[in-house]
Nanobody, 124 residues
Framework: QVQLVESGGGSVQSGGSLRLSCAASGFSVSTYDMGWFRQAPGNEREGVAAILKDGSTGYADSVKGRFTISRDNAKNTMLLQMTSLKPEDTAVYYC??????????????????WGQGTQVTVSS
């Protein structure tokens, strides 16, 4: 059974860093396209970063240069290193897996599997 479990969220001050983890079970992270999304209160869930099976990555403009997505195949985990955090980064962060073929990697509707989310709060 495919399962995704996020961890690593928390509260930090503006300019700080956090590293989110998405532990996968039931499949190998190296065989699925995966992504990180976030949803702030009152907002739609938006794509933050994606990593494809071939290792290529993509980012939302709002996080380019600050966030880095990666995989740890040995631990079967996807990671999101977040630096220079801003208050507008505050949201629940979700990991997603199993992108539909030809679907846009940073669109919510592109993925079939989701974790339960982890809260990130950045204070000014």
């Amino acid at each position: 059974q495919v399962q995704l479990v996020e961890s690593g969220g928390g509260s930090v001050q503006s300019g700080g860093s956090l590293r989110l983890s998405c532990a996968a079970s039931g499949f190998s992270v190296s065989t699925y396209d995966m992504g990180w999304f976030r949803q702030a209160p009152g907002n739609e869930r938006e794509g933050v970063a994606a990593i494809l099976k071939d290792g290529s990555t993509g980012y939302a403009d709002s996080v380019k240069g600050r966030f880095t997505i990666s995989r740890d195949n040995a631990k079967n985990t996807m990671l999101l290193q977040m630096t220079s955090l801003k208050p507008e980064d505050t949201a629940v962060y979700y990991c997603a897996a199993d992108r539909r073929k030809y679907a846009q990697p940073l669109l919510r509707s592109s993925y079939n599997r989701w974790g339960q989310g982890t809260q990130v709060t950045v204070s000014s």
